[in-house]
């Protein structure tokens, strides 16, 4: 069964940096778009950013643009999120999120264009 | 940046009656490629989102058939044909058709 493992949150000044680290296993990652999804206490799901399979890829949400950056291990099946400079509006549960399968390009099969695994989650708090 | 409006933000249900969610996009979600990239995401209470629907209407491994997915363009439904307990929860439609956008959520609660 597909396993994605989210690590390194915690409480954060405003201000300070924290890099969070996504443990995939049992499928092969080098193979897969990767995203980062937030999601404040109580609130909706908000969408941060996702690197396609090699890394060469990369799409970032305009709240986290400059701040956030997203970065792979293939060697390592791993994700990571390095967030800078952050903010109390930061503080949220981070989800990794396996996207789409690189593989199916140039083949009929249409990508789910969907996240279809998900992790349990992170939590950041970002707080004085 | 697309945004995506789900309707309504609550909706009570009895124990085996149907339910229907709106998710309405600010511009078309035909991609150039031809899809339409249009998922929806059941959130049960303190889990991760799951995904329920892929590309409309495509059920993703593992879920039950009571859930359909209809709509093209810019309007798109999620069906629970019959809703069971364990259906409680948030539901989310989420486009990727270009960069990615979440609705705000549906929450489906039994009456």
């Known amino acids: 069964q597909v396993q994605l493992v989210e690590s390194g949150g915690g409480l954060v000044k405003p201000g300070g940096s924290l890099r969070l680290s996504c443990a995939a296993s049992?499928?092969?990652?080098?193979?897969?778009?990767m995203g980062w999804i937030r999601q404040a206490p109580g609130k909706g799901l908000e969408w941060l950013t996702y690197m396609n399979e090699n890394g060469n890829t990369i799409y970032y949400a305009d709240s986290v643009k400059g701040r956030f950056t997203i970065s792979r291990d293939n060697a390592e099946n791993s994700l990571f999120l390095q967030m800078n400079s952050l903010r109390a509006e930061d503080t949220a549960v981070y989800y990794c999120?396996?996207?789409?399968?690189?593989?199916?390009?140039?083949?009929?099969?249409?990508?789910?264009?969907?996240?279809?695994?998900w992790g349990q989650g992170t939590m950041v708090t970002v707080s004085s | 940046d697309i945004v995506m409006t789900q309707t309504p933000l609550s909706s009570p249900v009895t124990l085996g009656q149907p339910a229907s969610i709106s998710c309405r996009s600010s511009?078309?979600?035909?991609?150039?490629?031809?899809?339409?990239?249009l998922s929806w995401l059941q959130q049960r209470p303190g889990q991760p989102p799951r995904l329920l629907i892929y590309r409309i209407s495509n059920r993703f491994s593992g879920v039950p058939d009571r859930f359909s997915g209809s709509g093209a363009g810019t309007d798109f439904t999620l069906k629970i044909s019959r809703v069971e307990a364990e259906d409680v929860g948030v539901y989310y439609c989420m486009q990727a058709t270009q960069l990615v956008t979440f609705g705000g959520g549906t929450k489906v609660e039994i009456k």
């Open positions: 511009q078309s979600l035909v991609h150039s490629d031809g899809n339409t990239y």
């Open positions: 999120a396996r996207g789409d399968d690189a593989t199916v390009a140039g083949t009929k099969r249409a990508p789910l264009g969907a996240f279809d695994m």
């Open positions: 049992r499928f092969t990652f080098s193979d897969y778009y």
